[in-house]
């Protein structure tokens, strides 16, 4: 069982940034990649951004070049930072634990993103 609790949501104005974070605790052996994903009023859940073990990263196409994810195995944090942010980027930003062997997901409770003038 994986517990995840995100912080560092909030408002900010467009080209602003904003820094979220996600502690993972238990079954941390067993998580394979710790990402980010975010889900926007009537809209599917989609990528964000994704670590997997060994440091290789992935992106959304939305968000490449301004955002970057990074994880610190000793403190079992991911970490997102998002620069220029846009309006579009408006959604509640989950964090996932991906686990493999067998293959199962955790997600935080969600922290909001707001991105207006």
């Known amino acids: 069982q994986v517990q995840l609790v995100e912080s560092g949501g909030g408002l900010v104005q467009p080209g602003g940034t904003l820094r979220l974070s996600c502690a993972a605790a238990g079954g941390i052996s067993s998580i394979y990649a710790m990402g980010w994903y975010h889900q926007a009023p009537g809209k599917q859940r989609e990528l964000v951004a994704v670590i997997i073990n060994g440091g290789r990263t992935n992106y959304g196409d939305r968000v490449k070049g301004r955002f970057a994810i990074s994880r610190d195995n000793a403190k079992n944090t991911v970490s997102l930072q998002m620069n220029s942010l846009k309006p579009e980027d408006t959604a509640v930003y989950y964090c996932?634990?991906?686990?493999?062997?067998?293959?199962?997901?955790?997600w935080g409770q969600g922290t909001q993103v707001t991105v207006s003038s």
């Open positions: 996932n634990a991906h686990l493999v062997l067998p293959t199962k997901d955790y």
